[in-house]
């Protein structure tokens, strides 16, 4: 199995699992996990794709460290949007409205008047799970794409 996509399978599988251990464990109900998560994630996304760029490095140009970053995160990506909506939809089916929930509890004892409260909850309740899953799945390409362009300078043929 080429690099590009044995290192997109290990983000996919990383970021998916991270995903259901945060919900499994209710810390999504935290309003600061949910930032955190998506953290954590891009560090792993960059990681990830640096490892994979420092294998591929002596076959490759920049462009085709640019490419192999791109299928990289396509395929991470893949695996994340599906994870993602599977476990919105199928096994935690009410993840969005016990975050809401939480979200109303927080900032209501934290004395947010009760015009932002209520906007701030109707942002989180308007969210839908193939919506989550596509910003998710986005941010895994682009976030691959810009880590491959720097990294592909300095990890490349001839370097």
């Known amino acids: 199995m080429n690099a590009p996509v044995k290192y997109g399978l290990i983000l996919g599988v990383v970021v998916g699992v991270l995903g259901f251990v945060v919900a499994?464990?209710?810390l999504h109900t935290n309003l600061v996990v949910p930032t955190?998560?998506?953290g954590v994630s891009v560090?792993?996304?960059v990681v990830i794709v640096f490892l994979a760029l420092r294998e591929t490095a002596?076959?490759?140009s920049w462009a085709g460290q640019l490419l192999n970053s791109l299928i990289l995160g396509v395929i991470g990506a893949a695996i994340?949007?599906?994870s993602s909506w599977i476990?919105?939809?199928v096994v935690f089916p009410d993840y969005y409205a016990e975050y809401a929930a939480a979200m109303l509890s927080a900032l209501t004892s934290a004395g947010m008047p009760a015009d932002q409260v209520a906007a701030a909850v109707a942002q989180?309740?308007?969210t839908t799970p193939a919506g989550s899953a596509l910003q998710?799945?986005?941010g895994t390409v682009i976030t691959s794409l810009v880590v491959g362009a720097i990294v592909g300078i300095f990890k490349r043929q001839g370097k």
Request: without cysteine; proline residues 0%.
């Open 58 to 60: 002596a076959a490759s």
């Open 124 to 126: 989180v309740e308007q």
């Open 36 to 38: 955190v998560f998506v």
């Open 80 to 82: 994340i949007f599906a």
């Open 136 to 138: 998710g799945a986005l």
């Open 24 to 26: 499994g464990l209710g």
């Open 43 to 45: 560090v792993v996304n």
């Open 87 to 89: 476990m919105t939809t």
